[in-house]
């Protein structure tokens, strides 16, 4: 494992959170008339520092990267000029510095609706929702499922790829409901399932939930047809062609792709004798599989790809497009759907309901910062498009020294037409500051954990 191409991917998309996090601050605090003294990516001591601006605001990048802040000048921090007294902090009205606190959470959530609606206009290939039942099927097999069913709806809800239909049913199952599918047989048929998720455990490590309904994707019968050679591979070598049919392997037949690339990936640097099909005529070849490392594990490559499926068959992937308008309201929808289930998530959490183990820490993300990055622009965009919404969800908690902390003194203030006591607010900071430090060892210790399980 390159460490770079999980630390580079992560360390980006870390960036542009806090960068556009902190913006929002900064535009509303100056639109407000309020002098920004500091700007600063990263806690700790400045690494990078450069004056600029009407304010000479210090433009700062500093050592520890886990944050960002902009500091403000404001009579309780030090001694302010009378003449800029009007632009202190804390000599504007109580609805500006709601405004001001607020603006940060509500960039990120505008970044994420931003990125959805880029990808949604532009368009990605997804995997289709045609679904097959998984080796324990009871939820699915009850409710009539059957091996090759296109779902097309939920509850009357469109869906268009298998992302929408886990997350569609993710929420289900978090109300605990029964949703009726519509889907779309293999026979072109179309019938309706009807699924009870009440008894689906939301939380249980190492499954999914869409297989503990039962479902996993449905694949279709790849026939073990070579498609593309790697030059000087082991096939390339031992004469295999383009559109050679492998019918046996060591005696054993091969009807599909996947039983090749199983057989061969269990055989490295062990001679394998094929018996493959060419204009009719049935050959042999011996093939020595290169050995490569794959997750620690040794694996066997002969260098071969799959010959692509001829027209008119069904295709596992799907390209999902839509229009400017319809894609913006996608896009607004999914980023308040996803911070909607994030508060579910975390009220179930103190409920008990799901587990504190699924918290995660910067180890975590920064893995699956690296891990979409590999896949493709598009999985690395959406994966920036969500810890956004989690860094905007997280920052409007009412906790003290957090964003939401802030909002709810002003709105207390707002409400008995008065500002909160200073002794209480540092009392507030205080437990404040004890919380989430509690929470941030609690994701390392969850972070250290996975790394030693595996």
């Known amino acids: 494992m390159n460490l770079l191409n999980y630390l580079v991917p992560f360390a980006l998309a870390l960036g542009v959170l806090i960068l556009v996090h902190e913006m929002g601050h900064y535009l509303v605090a100056r639109w407000c008339g309020v002098k920004v003294l500091r700007f600063s990516i990263g806690f700790g001591k400045p690494l990078y520092t450069r004056r600029a601006g009407r304010d000479d605001t210090e433009w700062s990048l500093a050592a520890f990267p ?37 603006a940060g959470p509500l960039a990120n959530f505008l970044l994420a609706i931003v990125v959805y609606w880029g990808l949604f206009v532009v368009g990605t290939e997804e995997l289709r929702p045609r679904v097959a039942l998984s080796e324990t099927p009871a939820i699915a097999q009850a409710a009539g499922v059957r091996d090759g069913d296109l779902v097309v709806a939920v509850d009357e809800e469109p869906v268009r790829s298998w992302q929408d239909l886990r997350w569609v049913l993710l929420q289900h199952a978090l109300d605990h409901r ?3 599918l519509k889907v779309r047989t293999l026979e072109e048929v179309e019938a309706f399932r009807r699924l009870d998720l009440k008894g689906v455990p939301i939380d249980e490590a190492g499954t999914d939930l869409i297989a503990r309904i039962g479902l996993k994707p449905w694949r279709p019968a790849i026939p073990p047809i070579i498609g593309r050679l790697v030059d000087g591979g082991p096939a390339e070598r031992a004469g295999m062609r383009s559109g050679d049919e492998v019918v046996a392997i060591e005696a054993t037949p091969i ?14 640097g062990r001679m394998l004798r094929f018996e493959i099909v060419r204009e009719g005529s049935i050959i042999e070849l011996f093939v020595t599989p290169d050995e490569a490392s794959e997750n620690g594990e040794r694996v066997g490559r002969i260098g071969v790809g799959v010959a692509e499926p001829a027209p008119g068959g069904l295709s596992m992937f799907a390209e999902v497009r839509y229009g400017p308008v319809e894609g913006l309201v996608k896009a607004v929808r999914q980023t308040w759907e ?3 289930l994030s508060l579910k998530m975390i009220g179930r959490m103190f409920t008990g309901e799901v587990s504190w183990k699924n918290l995660s820490g910067p180890v975590t993300i920064a893995d699956y910062a690296g891990q979409t990055a590999q896949l493709g622009l ?36 707002i409400i008995k037409g008065g500002p909160i006591p200073e002794r209480v607010m540092e009392i507030g900071q205080q437990i404040g500051l004890v919380l989430l430090v509690m929470l941030m060892a609690f994701a390392f ?10």
């Open 66 to 102: 886990l944050g960002g802040y902009v500091k403000m000048l404001d009579e309780r921090e030090g001694p302010v000029a009378p003449a800029e007294l009007p632009r202190s902090f804390n000599r504007q009205s109580v609805y500006r510095r709601f405004a001001i606190v607020a």
């Open 378 to 413: 598009s999985h690395y965009l959406k994966f920036v498009a969500l810890i956004s919404i989690s860094l905007g969800v997280l920052n409007l908690l009412p906790i003290p020294v957090l964003d939401g902390g802030h909002l709810l003194y002003y709105t207390v203030e």
């Open 338 to 340: 996803t911070s909607v």
């Open 255 to 268: 009807e599909a792709w996947t039983e090749l690339v199983q057989t061969v990936r269990e055989a490295p």
């Open 445 to 454: 210790y969850n972070d250290i954990n996975r790394l030693i399980s595996g």
């Open 178 to 180: 029964e949703v009726v």
